[in-house]
């Protein structure tokens, strides 16, 4: 009598092991699904049911034909952070453009500190590495130039930096304690 709750048990858990596979074979990256679904959403510009249906074959077709060039899930640590670090940046992102712009009008180009900065990292994920990037890239007045071999530093071009320093310790200040909080 003892041997039959184990083989329940494990008839159990064999059917329970399908299932979880099957529901990873159709969504390996539920965040990049519901990522990609709200880009869309943004892109098109409008809220309909089309594009939202739309949307979400998007967000599921697309995780599915990358999933072999993705053989481990990155892990986010703190989800909730996402949010915060996404209002962050679009902070930042208006502040930049106001200071770009100020640059641009009122600064003559010799005025200007144009150079490139190289910023050691503390990121060992790729995933995090490669979000920093973007958002230096997409910050305005900043530009990603170029990740070292060994991922330890990120090089980066400042249109205006007369403290190289100062740079430094903003963006592992802003960016990368947040992005360690999420990603590892």
């Known amino acids: 009598m003892t041997e039959a709750p184990e083989t329940m ?24 699904t519901v990522t990609l679904t709200i880009v869309w959403l943004l892109l ?3 809220f309909s049911i089309g594009a939202l249906v739309l949307g979400l074959i ?6 599915i034909a990358t999933a072999p060039f ?3 899930r990155p892990s986010v640590r703190n989800p909730v952070a996402i949010v915060e670090y996404g209002a962050v940046v679009l902070w930042d992102i208006v502040l930049a453009n106001i200071d770009v712009a100020k640059l641009i ?7 200007l500190s144009p ?3 190289s910023i050691p ?28 071999a060994d991922g330890r530093s990120l090089l980066v071009h400042c249109l205006h930096a ?12 802003r960016y990368e304690g947040r992005l360690k909080e999420i990603f590892e």
Request: glycine fraction near 4%; charged fraction near 25%; hydrophobic fraction near 45%.
């Open 9 to 32: 048990t494990e008839k159990s858990l064999d059917h329970a092991a399908p299932k979880r596979s099957l529901a990873k074979r159709i969504l390996p990256h539920p965040l990049l």
């Open 44 to 46: 098109v510009n409008e």
């Open 58 to 63: 998007l967000g599921l077709i697309v995780p």
């Open 70 to 72: 993705w053989p481990q």
């Open 105 to 111: 009008l009122f600064k003559r180009n010799d005025e």
């Open 115 to 117: 150079r490139f900065i």
């Open 121 to 148: 990292l503390e990121l060992t994920s790729p995933e995090a590495i490669t979000v920093l990037a973007g958002t230096i890239t997409m910050t305005p007045g900043t530009v990603s130039a170029d990740v070292a």
């Open 162 to 173: 007369p403290d190289g320093e100062a740079v430094v310790a903003e963006i592992k200040a």
